[in-house]
T-cell receptor, first 109, second 112 residues
Framework: SQQGEEDPQALSIQEGENATMNCSYK?????LQWYRQNSGRGLVHLIL?????REKHSGRLRVTLDTSKKSSSLLITASRAADTASYFCATDAGNMLTFGGGTRLMVKP | EAGVVQSPRYKIIEKKQPVAFWCNPISGHNTLYWYLQNLGQGPELLIR????????DSQLPKDRFSAERLKGVDSTLKIQPAELGDSAVYLC??????????FGPGTRLTVT
């Protein structure tokens, strides 16, 4: 079973635009992580936000966490064609990551 | 630093045949994970090792799946016999601090 649910399931934007992906989950968590997966490859860790944090930045990435709504969002600013990939949120409720179904992002050059 | 190594990258077998996947984690990472990823879905945990001990194998279908990590380093995941529904990508990951996980490229299994 997958705790996290990403929204939208697919997103297509033009290079330079911002991309926002949302993740909702069901149970209390220690932290929430975002991973990227290029086609045919393994997952790459992007950013981790702990349950006591509300916002975190890393380069062109901005992650927010609202534990009262059990939701998180990932914003990619000034998108590039190389950002084309699937993005997964994963919740850690204690030594185990539970992944959502992912958002498939396509950035058109 | 070498990443997580998995082999083979691709495997095609007939149903009812056995198959094995191998994973070598990043040096020094004592936690190792095996995940199954179906097309268009996120990974699902099969088993987690702390050194050589399987500490979470509740999602591993034990009638046909088995795993081992004898010396607490590399690991093998086996399916015997394979079924059509086992076609998926099998991902291995390792971690040092139980926060960030490092994934290998996966083994894509096709059962015909």
């Amino acid at each position: 079973s997958q705790q996290g649910e990403e929204d939208p399931q697919a997103l297509s934007i033009q290079e330079g635009e911002n991309a926002t992906m949302n993740c909702s989950y069901k149970t209390s968590i220690n932290n929430l992580q975002w991973y990227r997966q290029n086609s045919g490859r393994g997952l790459v860790h992007l950013i981790l936000i702990r349950s006591n944090e509300r916002e975190k930045h890393s380069g062109r990435l901005r992650v927010t966490l609202d534990t009262s709504k059990k939701s998180s969002s990932l914003l990619i600013t000034a998108s590039r064609a190389a950002d084309t990939a699937s993005y997964f949120c994963a919740t850690d409720a204690g030594n185990m990551l539970t992944f959502g179904g992912g958002t498939r992002l396509m950035v058109k050059p | 630093e070498a990443g997580v190594v998995q082999s083979p990258r691709y495997k095609i077998i007939e149903k009812k045949q056995p198959v094995a996947f191998w994973c070598n984690p990043i040096s020094g990472h004592n936690t190792l994970y095996w995940y199954l990823q179906n097309l268009g879905q996120g990974p699902e945990l099969l088993i987690r090792y702390e050194n050589e001990e399987a500490v979470d194998d509740s999602q591993l279908p034990k009638d046909r799946f088995s795993a081992e990590r004898l010396k607490g380093v590399d690991s093998t995941l086996k399916i015997q016999p394979a079924e059509l529904g086992d076609s998926a990508v099998y991902l291995c990951a390792s971690s040092l601090n139980k926060d960030e996980q490092y994934f290998g490229p996966g083994t894509r299994l096709t059962v015909t």
